[in-house]
């Protein structure tokens, strides 16, 4: 049987979402003390990485310029930010994730156009969380005590974020922080400065008061500048594990704290007891949302071998249904690859999985010519020691692996160097409880995937990073502790 590619199967007339509810201006500053500021006066570009369309001009702030931020941040601190008591500050982030509500989609519609991501998971996936993000934690800011963690806060946290969940991870950055009385220095990514650069005017529309929330936009040398600046209490990244192991190595005899949330390599097993159909939804929910773009994404896949044919059967029929192309369309479920750099290593490290003897499969399906696009794909054949099965691809790429027995399923999963997220699809509810007991990950899901809340903490095990983010435990990044 020939596998249908996407425009056989379902005919959609376009039904893109209206951009003209987003201003995007032809340049921007940088957030500083309330306002926005020109800087030193270099800038870079932000574009579309579907269309290659320059958004915006937007500042580089450099060593003096963070140096700006960060004075500001501390005046905010010690005059206002941390004398204001707790249901004060709830107030704040209260009014601050109704505004996020407000303008949910304007916020939507910018973040799928500076980063690539459909619409349907901009709107339905990172702007309400977003918003439940600043809800929870306002809920926290006049509950410290009960915290466990004490109720001081550390003074001003020096925050940078990664381009896959720009909207999010900022919320998972600065609603703790804020909660807890401390306040921020944020960079965004170099890629995805634009919907930071929104919140930063919907912090000025709530009244925060200036220099709790700043934020400085540039590359990596910004960020840098932030982290080693001597007047940051703590640290908060996102991102690689590369960087994040020179940031560590950067604060290492500083009394700076630190949390890093770094890569993954996370597997979803398959046991042949497992409703199938789900499991495939599961599959793909797991490896293409957000174009695979995604620290936890599943992106290797464990099979119980005796189902593994029927499993890729069918798997293969369900990708041949994702619409590929215009983040902007309602109907799209893959949108573009963030960036031409991105891209590239996701074309070099999938030329290794075919030069390592893996089978390639993908989707078949028109690209468009503009923009950063890669087709959904899968490579079998992949041992445990083939890169693509030990590598953050980060992309829309399935390694798939088989296993027969759960202890051999519990070896492979673990064999990698990082411990982020794993999946468990069974039947058995004592299954799932003995593997995730044996599953070295952060988060384990059981017959789901990239399920996220709030009030649950997120974070990883060994090269995925140390800290915990989400939920009571994310306030320990932000609070001295109990007994100080
Ligand atoms: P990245 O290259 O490490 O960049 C992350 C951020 O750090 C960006 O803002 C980047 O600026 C900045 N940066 C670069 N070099 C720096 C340096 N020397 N000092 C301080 N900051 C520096 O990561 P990415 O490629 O953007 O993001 C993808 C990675 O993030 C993946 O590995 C993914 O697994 C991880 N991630 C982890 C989680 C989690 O919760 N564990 C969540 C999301 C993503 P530029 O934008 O200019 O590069
Ligand atoms: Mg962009």
């Known amino acids: 049987m020939s596998t249908p590619t996407p425009t056989n199967v379902f005919e959609y007339a376009p039904a893109p979402e209206s951009r003209a509810i987003v201003d995007i201006k032809p340049s921007y500053g940088l957030f500083i003390n309330g306002e926005f500021v020109d800087g030193n006066g270099t800038s870079f570009k932000t574009v579309n990485p579907a269309t290659e369309e320059v958004l915006a001009e937007v500042a580089e702030a450099n060593d003096a310029d963070v140096d700006e931020a960060v004075k500001a941040a501390r005046r905010a601190y010690t005059r206002v930010w941390s004398r204001m008591s707790g249901a004060e500050r709830a107030k704040y982030l209260y009014r601050i994730a109704r505004i996020i509500q407000e303008r949910g989609r304007e916020l939507a519609v910018l973040e799928s156009i500076d980063n690539g991501k459909p619409i349907k998971e901009s709107r339905d996936v990172d702007v309400p969380i977003v918003a439940a993000h600043f809800f929870y934690y306002a809920g926290w800011a006049d509950k410290l005590k009960y915290s466990g963690y004490g109720e001081t806060p550390l003074g001003v946290a020096g925050q940078v974020i990664p381009w896959n969940f720009p909207l999010l991870m900022l919320a998972w950055k600065i609603a703790p922080a804020l909660a807890c009385g401390n306040t921020v220095v944020l960079k965004p990514a170099e890629t995805t400065p634009l919907t930071a650069l929104l919140f930063a005017e919907i912090c000025q529309q709530a009244d925060l008061p200036p220099g709790v929330v700043n934020i ?28 994040g192991k020179a940031i560590a190595r950067a604060v290492a005899g500083s009394d700076k ?12 097993i398959v046991f042949d007891d497992a409703p199938l159909d789900q499991a495939v939804e599961g599959i793909v929910n797991g490896i293409f949302f957000n174009q695979g773009h995604v620290c936890c994404a ?7 071998e005796s189902v593994a044919d029927e499993v890729l059967e069918r798997l293969k029929r369900r990708m041949s249904t994702l619409r590929m192309g215009d983040p902007l369309d309602k109907n799209t479920d893959v949108g573009a690859i963030n960036s031409g750099e991105q891209l590239k290593r996701i074309r070099e490290l999938s030329e290794v999985g075919d030069a390592e003897g893996a089978e390639r499969w993908e989707v078949a399906c028109d690209l468009p010519t503009k923009g950063f696009w890669f087709p959904p794909t899968l490579f079998t054949g992949v041992s445990q020691a083939h890169r693509i099965a030990r590598e953050e691809i980060f992309g829309p790429v399935l390694s798939v692996l088989t296993f027969r027995t759960p202890s051999e399923a519990v070896e492979k999963a673990n064999n990698t160097p990082f411990g982020l997220s794993a999946g468990v699809w069974t039947d058995k509810g004592s299954r799932i409880l003995s593997m995730a007991n044996r599953l070295r990950a952060g988060v384990v899901w059981a017959n789901t995937f990239n399920k996220f809340d709030p009030t649950s903490p ?4 060994k090269e995925s990073g140390y800290g915990r983010e989400g939920g009571r435990h994310g306030l320990e990044a932000y609070l001295k502790g109990a007994d100080q």
């Open 257 to 268: 704290k630190v949390t890093l949330e770094l890569g993954g390599k996370a597997a979803n």
């Open 298 to 304: 599943g992106s290797r896949l464990l099979v119980q």
């Open 458 to 461: 997120f974070g990883g095990y």
């Open 216 to 243: 400085v936009t540039g590359a990596g040398e910004t960020g840098r500048a932030i982290v080693s600046h001597p007047d940051v209490d703590k640290v908060a990244f996102t991102g690689s594990t590369e960087v």
